[in-house]
């Protein structure tokens, strides 16, 4: 008879992502995976069979919390109109680095590092990313003056501003230099809209 699992699997997760957030998934090691979720190298292989299945659980959780609450900000438009909302997002990631949090994006640091080269990973980090840009293409959507035509153009232009924030987020410069990345977006949006 097995022995019932002795962990809740959703915090064991939650703990997960926090070490491949702050570690990255090549950086993080199995004794960091081990220690950051309280378990037995038996229990991790058990319950979620190796690195990468974890990792892939881990990103989807990522983007159920962290993804889906942005695209959610910017389709509503209780949230003001539709640059409020993009301009709400952009500030929201300087208030996090403000308030010290300098993780970045689970996701940006996944596509930026070998982890990518990995198909799998690499089809959900796109799944999260293109989630992501069609949020900001709903609030451009919303914006008066903008073309239909220029919209995916522009919502593409400010996923990738958006990435390199949050890359940003994580090398720690100096708080001035978001708040002017922020100020651009508003100055692209407003010139977009003319």
């Known amino acids: 008879m097995a022995r019932p699992r002795e962990f809740d699997t959703d915090e064991a997760l939650e703990r997960a992502m926090q070490v491949f957030w702050q570690h990255g998934y090549q950086d ?3 004794p960091d995976l081990l220690d950051g979720m309280g378990l037995t190298r038996g229990s991790l292989y058990k319950a979620f069979k190796d690195k990468k299945s974890l990792f892939l659980l881990v990103l989807d959780r990522y983007e ?3 993804v ?4 959610a900000m910017l389709t509503d438009p209780a949230n003001g109109d539709g640059r409020t909302r993009v301009l709400a997002l952009f500030g929201g990631l300087v208030a996090a680095v403000a308030a010290g949090d300098h993780r970045g994006c689970l996701l940006c640091t ?4 070998a982890a990518a080269d ?13 989630k992501l840009q069609q949020g900001i293409e709903a609030a451009i959507a919303d914006i008066e003056g903008i073309a239909p035509g220029d919209r995916l153009r522009l919502a593409n232009t400010l996923l990738t501003q958006y990435i390199g924030l949050r890359m940003l987020a994580r090398s720690r410069l100096p708080m001035g230099i ?3 990345s922020v100020e651009g977006v508003a100055d692209i949006l407003d010139r977009a809209a003319r």
């Open 178 to 180: 978001l708040e002017q």
């Open 64 to 66: 159920s919390a962290q």
């Open 28 to 30: 993080a090691s199995l």
């Open 110 to 113: 996944a596509a930026s590092s």
């Open 118 to 130: 990995d198909v799998e990973i690499a089809s959900a980090v796109h799944g999260g990313l293109a």
């Open 68 to 71: 889906d609450a942005g695209v």
